[in-house]
């Protein structure tokens, strides 16, 4: 039984046209465009403030943009309020991790199920399934402000998924993370979504996790596009080769 | 059968109000049938203010906004539901002003608490729509102003309050018995908000908005339902006190009722129904108890001068020193329970484990 099966499990694509933002005199976003799938994974990168968290934060409308618009499907979401747009199917992650500190980790997944509209018992349901997909069986009852730093990552990636989205914005999921658990990460999150008919965009700067992972890869730079393509395609465009001059990244 | 399974399990994983409500009945009851008039007197307070630090942490601990206009809610209640409950004749005597459509009306004791309860409530549904979008300190100034606003409304709205004249003549209805049956339900009421879909999503947009909104959570709209059932049980607990004190003022809604209320609730810890039980007991039980100390004082005369405010002063130093060491009041936010009856979905840990000892202090985590 079901009582809140995702409306928009017919969504089309989230289309990301020409999006400027400013802070101040600042140009964080310049006219940047891109197109999430369903079922794809899209590795945004950049170097350092060019702009990857900023753009995720005007897209879930947490910051109103300058310029632009956002539209999943024919629907557009351009400045609507961040819990209509969570509505509409489109879930996020944090750089710094936000977790409902006071609720459990089973409440903290269970709030975005019924956020959607979903009872509560329904909403345990499907936040079980979550919780099993990223490993937290064993913490379901400890408060989240008792979760070791490894795991808040996964209780917010879980608690995302409780929402059912058709598209999702993981901001550096492997920040903090050593490599063991970094591949523990990738292992989990590859198959999903295709199973899920999700598409998944994820901010890294783990170049492994992101060359491993993604199918295309967007690259920002000082609020640019710089350049976009597959892996391979990418890490051979100039522009990009300089922008991360220095450092292995673009090795793989 | 499978629902009462369903049942008896869910009742497994709630047992804090009972928990909370069996000790208090017990008391009640004892001092019903053996206690003298002045124990009768302050454990019927004890559950009017069980009522008013409730409904507080209905609002103030899910949604985490400091509310100092709460208790006037508690004075619409009260002004309310007397304006229904009062005979004809004692309105003429202390009202004689009164709108001629009010002055007939003679409700029972219930209807006029409910009326009173809804006339907050209304108040509330109006001025939340607008106030529930501020955060942070914008919202608690602009909570403060409302108390000072219906403070200012009540003491001028002479036809209906009487001004700052004492009003008299109201019935007393409000028994031991009246008072543990609402301050009971109200503990109950209180726990399963925090249950609701509602209850959930204003507890989660406490502890990160941004993360709230970011699942879906309507902040605005949760946090007005919050402040609106707040309110409603305000106003129900302002008629009680009104007719078991049955003369006031409006300054019996004001800055000391509401210090009162708030140092209840800090002191036995904001976030949980729990901890709000406790802080009204032991605060409640503490002030009579400092009250009886200072009147004996006084009249043994051990001081040349009569000793005064001493009660103000002692709680006061212990809502600091609870500030300071125990930020999160007595019981922080886990509610009490049976060990073994936390809600799990695996039992690879034992209860002893979950127990709150293990949680870390308010501030700890960095
Ligand atoms: N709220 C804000 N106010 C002012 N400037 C901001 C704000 N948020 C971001 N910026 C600026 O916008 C630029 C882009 O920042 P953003 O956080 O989006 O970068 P990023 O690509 O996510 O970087 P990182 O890899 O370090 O997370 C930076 O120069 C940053 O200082
Ligand atoms: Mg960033």
Redesign the pocket.
């Known amino acids: 039984m079901s009582d809140c099966r995702s409306e928009h499990s017919t969504a089309g694509e989230l289309i990301i046209q020409n999006i400027t933002k400013n802070?101040?005199g600042?140009r964080?976003l310049d006219s940047v465009s891109l197109t999430l799938k369903r079922g794809e994974i899209l590795g945004l990168i950049?170097?350092?403030?060019?702009?990857?968290?900023?753009?995720i934060n005007v897209i879930t409308g947490l910051?109103p943009l300058d310029g632009g618009r956002v539209l999943i499907g024919d629907v557009e979401i351009t400045n609507k309020p961040p819990y209509e747009i969570a509505r509409a199917g489109l879930g996020r992650t944090f750089?710094t991790i936000r977790l409902f500190r006071e609720l459990t980790v089973m409440e903290n997944v269970e709030v975005a199920a019924v956020s959607m509209g979903c009872s509560r018992k329904e909403a345990k349901r499907r936040a079980l399934i979550a919780i099993e997909e990223m490993g937290l069986e064993d913490w379901v009852g400890r408060l989240a402000s008792e979760l070791p730093y490894g795991l808040e990552r996964k209780v917010e990636i879980a608690r995302a998924f409780a929402m059912q989205p058709s598209f999702l914005l993981l901001d550096?999921p492997a920040a903090g993370l050593n490599e063991e658990e970094s591949d523990q990460l990738l292992d989990m999150l590859a198959p999903i979504p295709e199973r899920k008919g999700l598409g998944l965009l994820i901010?890294d700067?783990d170049m492994r996790l992101i060359m491993r992972l993604c199918h295309r890869l967007h690259v920002?730079s000082y609020?640019k596009t710089i350049g976009e393509g597959t892996p391979d395609e990418v890490r051979r465009i100039p522009q990009v080769i300089e922008a991360y001059l220095g450092k292995t990244a673009v090795r793989g | 059968m499978k629902n009462t399974n369903a049942g008896i399990l869910w009742l497994k994983s709630h047992t804090t109000p009972f928990i909370l409500s069996i000790p208090l009945l017990i008391l009640a009851v004892l001092v019903q049938a053996y206690g003298d008039t002045l124990l009768v007197r302050i454990v019927t307070v004890l559950f009017i203010n069980l009522v008013m630090v409730l409904s507080l942490q209905v609002f103030m601990g899910n949604s985490g906004i400091l509310n100092f206009a709460h208790i006037g809610f508690m004075g619409i209640g009260a002004y309310t539901s007397v304006l229904f409950s009062m005979t004809p004749q004692a309105k003429a005597a202390t009202l004689p002003d009164l709108y001629p459509f009010l002055r007939p009306i003679h409700l029972p004791f219930l209807p006029s608490l409910l009326i009173g309860a809804i006339a907050a409530a209304l108040v509330a549904a109006l001025v939340g729509y607008a106030l529930m979008r501020l955060s942070d300190a914008a919202a608690v100034i602009t909570l403060f102003a409302l108390l000072v606003i219906i403070h200012t409304i009540l003491v001028h709205w002479s036809i209906v309050t009487n001004g700052p004249r004492t009003l008299f003549g109201v019935d007393n209805y409000t028994s031991l018995g009246i008072s543990t049956f609402f301050g009971i339900l109200v503990i109950f009421i209180a726990y399963l908000f925090k249950e609701t879909p509602v209850g959930l999503k204003l507890r989660a947009s406490r502890d990160d908005r941004y993360a709230a909104a970011s699942i879906g959570v309507n902040i605005v709209q949760v946090r007005w339902a919050g402040f609106v059932l707040s309110a409603f049980l305000a106003g129900f607990g302002g008629g009680l006190w009104a007719h078991f004190i049955t003369s006031f003022s409006p300054y019996a809604f004001y800055l000391t009722e509401t210090f009162s209320v708030l140092s209840m609730l800090v002191i036995g810890g904001t976030g949980s129904v729990s901890g709000a039980v406790l802080g009204t007991v032991v605060v409640t039980l503490l002030r009579e108890g400092l009250r009886a100390v200072e009147n004996s004082v006084n009249i043994a005369g051990v001081f040349p001068n009569n000793l005064v405010g001493f009660t103000e002063v002692v709680l006061s130093l212990l809502l600091i020193l609870i500030l300071v060491f125990r930020p999160s009041g007595l019981l922080g936010s886990q509610e009490i329970r049976l060990a073994n009856t936390i809600p799990l979905a695996s039992g690879k840990f034992s209860a002893s484990e979950l127990s709150r000892e293990s949680s870390p202090k308010e501030g700890e985590h960095v």
């Open positions: 802070f101040a600042l964080a950049g170097p350092n403030g060019s702009g990857k968290t900023t753009l910051l750089q550096e901010v700067h920002l609020g």
